[in-house]
């Protein structure tokens, strides 16, 4: 199988369907010493051939059960500037974005497979209303969820419906100092977020957990983050800086990159705002897998997943070891789950 | 040593009756098992065996055959068992299977070993099972000096590699994890092939019209796993292997 990426990959012309199945049938018929039998036995191998060829696996045995994460970027579009990141210099016009329904149906689809549902974007909360929505669907299909935050835009009323579903949100939060927040964030709302951060805290308890990026620009905040943290009794988690666009710079924390880790990433199901499906959102730093497996409008999820190319690009993502391997998405088993 | 892992999941009369008849044949061999573990897999249907040879083990609830497995290879080499050999509830052992399985294996540097499979009906069916090799082992090409995989169903492995490698539970079904516990365990051993060890397997064909249902069913069944394979095992995209059938068995440069 080539691993160049071939936009048509699963529509095989019809002369590899032909000497796809002359290479089955001719020796298959050698083996025949009946003859008498060699059409029926035939018309068996037919049968046999076409269900291996066609017939669609139910999810359930596709990657085994609850084994995968679903992360659904939901948007590009960020009301911080925040100088880690670049996402969102590039915010997707309305006419990209997928509808509501289709990312739901994608989850309907999928949810005996997942142990995780992530919202993150951009900033997830510009669209409260299709959170919570997909937040109502997942609690009705069991599936644990989180949404990922600058914690600016929390209020009240949705942390009240939020808490209804039991799931998780998390904060991203990389310094307690105000002169220095500006800088991180391109928007003056320290006092809001931190408001949110202890109303959450009040509202959703133990549900409330908080992130920050451990990068040379904050080696010296992650230390008051986490005490901040303990003292209100909120779980807190660190990852390093990854070159999402932002202008920040790696902590030299080079013990770690040389760590052969696997890649757990691979376990991820990631769709795009515009429905496009990757294994994982840098996997375009993997030279061959560039391109995205396909589209939730165009093809069902399962066939996407069902493609040989998704499982080449697994089978790459294992070895791939990227500095991308520390990030939370790549933790093997669910992160906070209670 | 060598003991025999049976996991059953018994639905119908005529799983039971399967069953017993797989008993009789390991009763009758030429050289006895020293333990005979039948792992009942919470089946639906409730039923006793006469037969005091066998240790039968329930399980509360159903867990797949993998697990079923690993729980009596987990017993087995509690006991010290030197050879740990599998089959299924809906085979019937030649009476040298054991003896021909653990000569094999005791004879050789192979870490694992397959026999030699046969439909036990006589539809058209069967007959076609036989020479497509759907249940016998698979020759690694070009040499055929030892096997790619082997099916579970006439399967038989060294206690060494029983401690390193397990079935994966994450397969639900009787269907790839006997395919994906092989392609593990050749990173570190070989699989033989021994022609000797026979063993039929039946299909459950009444005749071959009415077997048709079945006969498509079990290969979606098998295709139903090959995700799971082929998200473990990529190197089975360029799958390089025979099937072996009475015609191609003998050609073993073993």
Same mark, same amino acid.
């Given at each position: ?22 290479? =089955? ?189 451990? /990068?040379? =620009? ?30 920040? +710079? ?13 890649? /757990? ?74 | ?87 299924? +509830? ?158 191609? /068995? +003998?050609?073993?440069?073993?």
């Amino acid at each position: 199988m080539s691993l160049i990426y071939r936009r048509k990959f699963n529509q095989s012309s019809l002369s590899h369907l032909i000497n796809d199945y002359m290479g =089955e049938m001719v020796p298959f018929s050698k083996r025949i010493e009946k003859k008498r039998f060699l059409i029926p036995l035939i018309f068996l191998k037919t049968i046999e051939w076409s269900i291996y060829r066609w017939y669609k696996s139910p999810v359930r045995r596709l990657y085994g059960v609850r084994r995968n994460e679903l992360i659904y970027m939901i948007t590009r579009r960020c009301n911080d500037r925040c100088s880690k990141c670049g996402i969102w210099k590039t915010p997707e016009p309305d006419s990209e974005r997928i509808n509501l329904k289709d990312f739901i149906k994608c989850l309907q689809s999928l949810h005996n497979n997942l142990y995780q549902v992530t919202i993150t974007g951009g900033e997830p909360l510009l669209f409260m209303e299709d959170v919570l929505h997909i937040a109502e669907e997942s609690r009705k299909l069991n599936v644990p969820m989180f949404v990922v935050t600058n914690g600016s835009l929390i209020t009240e009323d949705f942390l009240v419906k939020y808490s209804n579903f039991e799931h998780i949100l998390v904060v991203s939060l990389d310094t307690m100092e105000k002169s220095k927040w500006n800088e991180f964030r391109g928007r003056n709302h320290y006092d809001k977020v931190m408001s949110n951060i202890l109303l959450a805290r009040k509202i959703l308890g133990d549900r409330l957990k908080i992130q920050s990026v451990f /990068a040379y =620009e904050t080696r010296d905040d992650i230390p008051k983050v986490k005490t901040f943290c303990d003292e209100l009794g909120i779980q807190h988690t660190s990852q390093p800086y990854m070159d999402f666009g932002g202008v920040w +710079h790696d902590a030299n924390v080079s013990s770690l990159l040389d760590n052969d880790m696997v890649c /757990a990433a691979r376990k991820n199901i990631c769709v795009y705002y515009n429905g496009d499906v990757v294994k994982c959102f840098d996997h375009l730093r993997i030279p061959l897998a560039r391109e995205p497996l396909g589209n939730i409008l165009k093809e069902d999820i399962i066939s996407i997943l069902s493609k040989k190319r998704t499982t080449e690009i697994t089978r790459l993502m294992k070895n791939c070891n990227l500095p991308c391997k520390w990030l939370s998405c790549n933790i093997p088993e669910p992160q906070f789950l209670s | 040593m060598s003991i025999l892992i049976i996991p059953c999941l018994i639905r119908t009369k005529w799983d039971i009756n399967c069953l017993q008849r797989l008993l009789i044949s390991v009763q009758n061999q030429s050289k006895q098992f020293d333990k005979v573990y039948v792992i009942e897999d919470a089946s639906p249907f409730s039923y006793s065996l006469p037969f005091n040879f066998i240790e039968h083990i329930r399980l509360s609830r159903n867990g797949g055959p993998a697990r079923a497995r690993n729980i009596g290879i987990d017993k087995a080499l509690e006991q010290n068992a030197q050879y740990l050999l599998f089959t299924d +509830h809906d085979c019937i052992l030649d009476k040298q299977w054991n003896e021909q399985m653990t000569l094999f294996l005791s004879q050789t540097d192979f870490g694992a070993v397959g026999g030699m499979t046969y439909s036990w009906g006589k539809t058209l069916l069967d007959y076609y099972h036989d020479i497509n090799g759907t249940l016998s082992g698979k020759w690694l090409l070009p040499d055929k000096k030892e096997l790619w995989y082997m099916p579970s169903l006439n399967f038989g492995m060294k206690a060494e590699v029983a401690k390193q490698f397990r079935f994966d539970e994450k397969f639900p079904t009787a269907a790839g994890e006997d395919v994906d516990l092989c392609l593990r365990l050749r990173s570190k051993y070989k699989i033989g092939f021994c022609v000797k060890a026979k063993l039929w397997h039946d299909y459950g064909y009444k005749n071959s019209l009415s077997g048709f249902k079945r006969f498509v069913k079990l290969f979606m069944k098998y295709k139903s796993s090959s995700a799971t394979l082929y998200e473990g095992h990529t190197v089975l995209l360029w799958d390089s292997s025979e099937s072996i059938y009475s015609g191609n /068995a +003998h050609v073993t440069n073993i």
